[in-house]
């Protein structure tokens, strides 16, 4: 090979004529620059006009480069200026005796033209190349510095150095592995190494054209995982009785297929418009001729070239299913027959590698998870153009025929049909992201009688899931999704900073930042999924107390069918993130201690506490809830909490008072989302401070995972209900005291109080009661049974769980769920005893006409009719669920059976209609 760039040689004489500042370097990286990089044409075609001005030729050298500037690559157009400007040609160089003219078009359609200008008689004189055929070996030896041209009995080869590592895109599509790859000993594309004539003449060295040609396929070459280039160059020979060879050629036509579609599209079998060169019949040529020849097309036919012997079918576009993805091929009728039967179980390859090919170009960027198994399709398709390109080896030394070929594909039939057929199917179900690699499992188990097959698909699918998979460990690991594409199961709907958000946001984190979305979860992490996503809670709890989170072990998720590793990953994961969460809730913020004083003053389990509270605050709740001071509440509440025994509490500081715009059976109906049609059909009542108190609980995070905005709403149920009871209980006994006087009486007048002393003794008796069921039948057993629990309890989930089970639970027995008409029943019961505590002190409602005992005897009436249908209404609810407490109550009540005739008078009453 010539050690003088010809290319270089003739700009940097134009230079030194013109005296210009510029350099071969300047021009020849301006012209060979990606689009977006590229000077405009007419800069470009400055360029050469500032350097050839003094040339006798100058206009008509112009007007071409400008012609060809807008059809042809602009480094075409440089290498045309140069030979136009050459001394005799830059063909007169080569000792090949190769004109430019044989060379391929900027867009690897092969082509040949004739050179506007005279060529030197030597390179007439010269044997040219009957018939040049490149493929994917010309890919491979500009990207590895080797280049090789044969034809027929005529060979030759050079060595050409390039810069490594640098791209040069361009509007042909090229295909090419990545560099880290081209060591050949890793099964990549190898150096092709010179080759020998075979006819007996001199080993003769391609010349300088061979260089030229091969940093022109370089520059216009690009190192891209989505696009294959051919670069050939069409110039059929025919071979005279003496073995001399000749060349017919025609200037080419433009290309049809506009450049702005070549940049992202593979070669999919274009037919580009353009003169043909005359072929020889076909049914003339010896069998080995029609087999040399078809083996040459059919290589080409592999990796989507157009050829003329097997010629594509025109696409229905009306096809559905997979027919959509397949390529027929009309094969020409002069072949013999055998040769045809070897070529159509050959040509269902090409099919299934142009069909691959389509369906990559198509799914490229449609996320992560089919961007990586895209890749991996990418280095499958290397390894086809790796065989490919062997192939070609062995057909340009006359030891290919088609039986071998069709020996050596056939392992390669089964590989592509298998992935072809996965990814049609991935391609008509739209399938996404996660779906996709639910649909590699699925099939991964289908072929379980077929190893290769199987193997192959696992490959692909560990390769496809390794984004996910990241996505997982990060979320596991550390509690962070980085999920640009929303392609995890795992959503964080989080718009705004913690220390911004609301009050309720302890509720909101837990049970709506994050969630699953179940379309995005894969078919083998859907038994563990709930799991994974408490796992980045915990840890995203964690973070926010201000620890470190650092996982015990490096762990290394990935996908793995066959062990699945990734499920033992997981787990360790989970219970690493479980135990620490608990650790700080339980120990490090004590939350069992905070449970216990909502419990004490909630659940009025401090009873000195709660007396001395009622004592001090009950003037002022009896007044129109209006008229009640919150600060006085509030100061009443702390002197109370510091002169009894809660005083010792160290979280008595978080109990504060709260008065609610609405009574109980609302805001039981709010929490419960149940209507409110009684109390809608009712004029509203005004409300007293009693009515409307409530205590609250204030706890920091992260105990206000657990006692969160519902959690207390519900504790405030239960306490409203107990602190309303007690309240009665405390009038009722007020009348006890204050009547205390009537044992002085007379026995006559005495009589006139028997009664109603009588009434408040029942009274007294069911509201007493009812306070002792609620308290000690319910509360204590649900509280004794939960602190058992939660001396085992292994994660928060539990604990939450676990808690919310025992306010449900005591909010079902104590009549303030789903069974709201027995809260009314009792809110009534109540009521009507405080109206008669206030008849008793008072005596302000008589009217002129009642007598006193006339009255006591309507509160009587009303009293018992309340209590009977409360005490049926019991009964009823007990024969539908046994499992409830409820009975316990009527049986209280009902003590001696004292009620039973009036229920069952009522019962009859009912069933008689």
């Not at 400008?66 to 400007?85: C, G, N, Q, S, T």
């Not at 007439?124 to 510095?145: E, F, Q, Y």
């Not at 599509?173 to 190898?190: C, I, L, Q, R, W």
């Not at 960027?365 to 062995?394: K, P």
């Amino acid at each position: 090979m010539s050690k003088t760039d010809p290319l270089r040689q003739v700009l940097a004489d134009l230079i030194s004529e013109s005296q210009s500042s510029l350099t071969p370097e300047d021009i020849v990286r301006e012209f060979r620059a990606t689009s977006e990089r590229r000077l405009p044409l007419c800069e470009l075609l400055q360029l050469l006009v500032s350097i050839s001005e003094s040339r006798p030729n100058f206009i008509q050298v112009t007007r071409e480069i400008a012609d060809i500037l807008h059809r042809k690559d602009p480094m075409y157009a440089l290498l045309v200026f140069v030979e136009r400007y050459s001394e005799s040609g830059i063909s007169s160089r080569c000792s090949s005796g190769i004109s430019l003219s044989t060379m391929g078009s900027p867009h690897g359609i092969k082509t040949s033209f004739n050179s506007v200008s005279d060529v030197n008689s030597a390179t007439a004189s010269a044997p040219t190349t009957g018939r040049s055929i490149t493929s994917a070996s010309s890919t491979t030896s500009a990207r590895s510095g080797t280049s090789e041209y044969s034809s027929g009995n005529y060979t030759a080869s050079s060595r050409l150095s390039l810069p490594q590592g640098q791209d040069f895109p361009t509007s042909t599509p090229v295909n090419s592995k990545k560099s880290a790859d081209s060591d050949a000993s890793s099964g990549v594309f190898v150096r092709r190494g010179p080759m020998q004539r075979n006819h007996g003449q001199n080993k003769e060295e391609r010349g300088d054209l061979s260089v030229i040609k091969e940093r022109v396929l370089s520059a216009v070459s690009d190192r891209s995982l989505n696009s294959y280039r051919l670069v050939a160059s069409d110039a059929l020979s025919s071979r005279s009785g003496n073995g001399t060879k000749t060349s017919a050629t025609v200037m080419a036509t433009p290309t049809g297929v506009p450049d702005e579609y070549r940049t992202h599209l593979l070669w999919d079998y274009y037919n580009v418009d353009g003169n043909k060169l005359p072929k020889t019949e076909i049914a003339a040529l010896p069998l080995s001729s029609q087999e040399n020849m078809l083996l040459d097309e059919l290589l080409h036919c592999l990796t989507g070239v157009r050829e003329n012997l097997l010629v594509p079918r025109q696409p229905d576009p009306t096809t559905v299913g997979l027919a959509k993805f397949e390529t027929g091929f009309d094969i020409h009728m002069q072949l013999d027959r055998s040769l045809v039967e070897l070529v159509q179980d050959i040509l269902p390859l090409a099919s299934y590698f142009m069909g691959m090919q389509k369906i990559v170009t198509a799914t490229n960027g449609q996320g992560q998870v089919m961007n990586s198994l895209n890749e991996a399709l990418q280095d499958l398709t290397h390894d086809f153009y790796l065989l490919i390109v062997q192939a070609e080896q062995e057909l340009r030394q006359h030891r290919l025929t088609l039986q071998k070929l069709l020996y050596y594909l056939q392992p390669t039939l089964w590989v592509m049909e298998e992935i072809w057929t996965s990814l049609v199917d991935i391609q008509l179900s739209d399938y996404r992201d996660a779906a996709v690699l639910t649909y590699l499992h699925e099939r991964i188990k289908r072929l379980e009688g077929d190893r290769a097959a199987q193997q192959l698909i696992i490959g692909l699918a560990r390769k496809a899931a390794e984004p996910y998979m990241r996505m997982l460990q990060m979320w596991i690991q550390k509690g962070v999704i980085v999920d640009r594409n929303q392609e995890f199961l795992v959503e964080d709907n989080e718009v705004i900073h913690r220390d911004e958000l609301p009050e309720h946001y302890s509720d909101d984190y837990w049970e709506r930042r994050y969630n699953v979305r179940r379309d995005h979860i894969p078919s083998f992490l859907e038994k563990y999924s709930d799991k994974i996503l408490r796992t980045g809670k915990y840890l995203n709890v964690i973070r926010q107390c201000g620890k470190r989170v650092m996982p015990t072990q490096e762990m290394h998720l990935e996908f793995d069918p066959t062990s699945e590793r990734h499920v033992s990953v997981i787990n360790d994961a989970y219970y690493f993130a479980a135990r620490m969460l608990l650790d700080v809730l339980l120990t490090e913020n004590d939350l069992m201690g905070h449970l216990q004083s909502v419990k004490r003053y909630l659940l009025l389990n401090q009873g000195d506490f709660t007396m001395q509270f009622m004592d001090a605050c009950e003037d002022e709740l009896t007044k129109n809830v209006d008229h009640v001071l919150p600060m006085t509440l509030e100061n009443l509440l702390g002197l109370t909490l510091r002169l009894s025994s809660a005083r010792n509490d160290p979280y008595k500081d978080d109990l504060h008072c709260e008065l609610l715009p609405y009574d109980l059976v609302t805001q039981m109906s709010k929490i419960m989302n149940q209507k409110e049609e009684y109390w809608q059909a009712q004029p509203r009542l005004d409300l007293s401070g009693l009515e409307c108190f409530a205590f609250t609980y204030e706890v920091k995070w992260p105990c206000s995972l657990v006692l969160n905005h519902i959690a207390i709403s519900k504790y405030q149920m239960l306490f409203r209900q107990l602190f309303y009871c007690k309240h009665v209980e405390r009038q009722l006994c007020k009348i006890w005291k204050e009547n205390s006087i009537a044992k002085k009486f007379s026995p006559q007048a005495a009589e006139l109080y028997r009664s109603a002393f009588t009434l408040r003794q029942r009274m007294m008796n069911a509201i007493q009661n009812l306070e002792y069921y609620m308290m000690i039948e319910i509360i204590e057993p649900n509280w004794h049974i939960f602190i058992e629990k939660m001396k085992t309890v292994e994660n928060v989930d539990n604990v939450l769980r676990l808690h919310q089970d025992f306010l449900d639970s005591c909010l079902k027995n104590c009549m303030l769920t789903e069974s709201s008409h027995l809260n009314r029943a009792i809110f009534k019961i109540c009521k009507i005893c405080l109206k008669f505590c206030e008849f008793i002190q008072l005596e302000t409602s008589l009217d002129p006409a009642d007598t006193f005992s006339e009255r006591v005897k309507r509160f009587d009436l009303e009293f018992t009719g309340l209590l009977i249908s409360f005490l049926k209404q019991i009964n009823n609810m007990a024969k539908k669920n046994t499992a409830d407490c409820f009975m316990n109550l009527v049986h209280r009540i009902n003590f001696n059976a004292f009620y039973s005739d009036q229920m069952d008078k009522m019962c009859a009453k009912d069933a008689m209609g």
